[in-house]
Nanobody
Framework: QVQLVESGGGSVQPGGSLRLSCVVS????????MAWYRQAPGKGRERVGY???????DYADSVKGRFTISRDNAKNTLYLQMNSLKPEDTAVYYC????????WGQGTQVTVSS
């Protein structure tokens, strides 16, 4: 059973925007703080930020002020609004619980290049 499905990636120029979505199984979404992660080529996976069920958020320093995480509890969907994108944001983006307790999905590729 697929529990995490990411979408919304693509190719954009520096300074552009993208909005990623992650549909999560209801059982997981309702009981966990959720997070976005990314893995750039040749690098390990890093956490971009997270949001609790009550809406408390935190972000990696590298994306603060540019990325916003939100969640729609009625749709069991996690979002990542990415603005002012930079080439160093190029990566495969994943969602998971904050504790990474669920099998990883396929992710969605984000490429920032001129």
């Amino acid at each position: 059973q697929v529990q995490l499905v990411e979408s919304g990636g693509g190719s954009v120029q520096p300074g552009g925007s993208l909005r990623l979505s992650c549909v999560v199984s209801a059982r997981i979404f309702s009981s966990n703080p959720m997070a976005w992660y990314r893995q750039a080529p040749g690098k390990g996976r890093e956490r971009v930020g997270y949001i609790t069920s009550g809406g408390l958020r935190d972000y990696a320093d590298s994306v603060k002020g540019r990325f916003t995480i939100s969640r729609d509890n009625a749709k069991n969907t996690l979002y990542l609004q990415m603005n002012s994108l930079k080439p160093e944001d190029t990566a495969v983006y994943y969602c998971n619980t904050l504790s990474q307790s669920t099998s990883w999905g396929q992710g969605t590729q984000v490429t920032v290049s001129s």
